[in-house]
């Protein structure tokens, strides 16, 4: 079965800094969502990569996906505290999504 | 659009005790599905139906059961609660097994079993 490893499992960084959280599959990734949960509610789609090598960019967060389609990271850059929260990541299986753990994000005015 | 709806919000059972819980979408999604999330373990598939009228088991489906009678409806019913099922269950839909299937998420439920 597939598994989805994210690191870290927790995270607080200071006003401005940059950030990076990886996912990494144990197997090959067909599609990988990212999906941001803030504390109490339901979860937001943020982005979905699919081909090896690809990267996209919303507002001041970028994913990417490795060659070889195992492993994707999540950057934030200048973070805000409106950044923080869970992010989980997650791999398409035959019409399922396999989360990670997730990663708790604060941010520190 | 209300996207995906789910009912009720909170929910303090005692062991043994019957509820279920009702998720409803309105997005003409074929796909729909039952998570539970606890503490450090991300979220975990419990039951998923692939359209009207069927449903499949997730990985943690033992002590669930679920239906599908209708299209915009997935409802999930624990028969005799028990305190490992506290927790925090989210409903999703989508639209299939595309090339792009976005899953959308309700607000969550939280329930707690004495």
């Known amino acids: 079965s597939q598994e989805l490893e994210q690191s870290p499992q927790s995270l607080i960084v200071q006003e401005g800094k940059n950030l990076t959280i990886n996912c990494t599959s144990s197997k090959t990734l067909y599609g990988l969502y990212w999906y941001k949960q803030k504390y109490g509610e339901g979860l937001i789609f943020l982005m979905m990569l699919q081909k090896g090598g690809e990267e996209k960019s919303h507002e001041k967060i970028t994913a990417k996906l490795d060659e070889k389609k195992q492993q994707s990271s999540l950057h934030i850059t200048a973070s805000q505290p409106s950044h923080a929260g869970i992010y989980l990541c997650g791999a398409a299986l035959w019409g399922k999504l396999i989360f990670g753990q997730g990663t708790e994000l604060s941010v520190k005015p | 659009n209300a996207g995906v709806t789910q009912t009720p919000k909170f929910r303090v059972l005692k062991t043994g005790q019957s509820m279920t819980l009702l998720c409803a979408q309105d997005?003409?999604?074929?796909?729909m599905y039952w998570y539970r999330q606890d503490p450090g373990m991300g979220l975990r598939l419990i039951h998923y139906?692939?359209?009207?009228?069927?449903?499949a088991k997730g990985e943690v489906p033992d002590g669930y059961n679920v239906s599908r009678l209708k299209k915009q409806n997935f409802l999930l019913g624990l028969e005799s609660a028990a305190p490992s099922q506290t927790s925090v269950y989210f409903c999703a839909s989508s639209a299939g097994t595309g090339d792009y299937n976005e899953q959308f998420f309700g607000p969550g439920t939280r329930l707690t079993v004495l």
């Open positions: 997005m003409n999604h074929e796909y």
């Open positions: 139906s692939v359209g009207e009228g069927t449903t």
